[in-house]
């Protein structure tokens, strides 16, 4: 597994089984903060506090940097046609204890024209099942689907911040 390269992540059985768990719960409309925020982000997500794989996942980012100690609550994003979330970065400067370091986003399901795009590296459209893990620093997007619905699971890999006041 490399950064910015799609590796496969989940089969498209547990694909379904977080997409099912998603349409049990309560979906509401994602937000976030700060100027122009109203404009940045339009679409729908639920919390996935079914923490049976969540070992495995920081694991996972422990490959890639040993000070990971656990994950932020992954999110399950939908994203339907007039439906996006703009230009941003999964990091900024924060007062919390623990600091974003790693964003990883996997394909639930896939839309027309629905997408994860960062803007410094190109990276193909990933399949369902099929995840990618970038600097939580990189400004990415989510694209508008044309038709249907595109759901995605992000996680996030959290270590100490050392500028936490």
Not at 121 to 128: A, N, R, S, V
Request: hydrophobic content about 35%; charged content about 25%; glycine content about 4%.
């Amino acid at each position: 597994m490399k950064l910015y390269e799609p590796f496969q992540f989940l089969t498209t059985n547990e694909c379904d089984a977080i997409i099912d768990y998603a349409n049990r719960e309560d979906i509401k409309q994602g937000c976030t903060v700060g100027p122009g925020a109203q404009d940045l982000r339009r679409n729908r997500i639920v919390w996935y506090n079914d923490s049976s794989s969540w070992q495995d996942w920081i694991s996972l980012f422990n490959n890639i940097e040993k000070r990971i100690d656990w994950i932020e609550t992954p999110q399950i994003a939908f994203y339907k046609p007039g439906e996006k979330y703009d230009w941003h970065t999964d990091q900024g400067r924060s007062r919390r204890t623990h600091q974003r370091l790693w964003t990883l986003t996997c394909e639930l399901q896939n839309a027309p024209n629905g997408a994860l795009e960062l803007q410094a590296q190109t990276i193909p459209k990933l399949d369902k099942g099929q995840a990618i893990i970038f600097p939580s620093v990189d400004k990415h997007r989510a694209t508008s689907p044309s038709s249907g619905e595109r759901i995605s699971l992000t996680i996030w890999a959290m270590a100490k911040n050392y500028h936490s006041v």
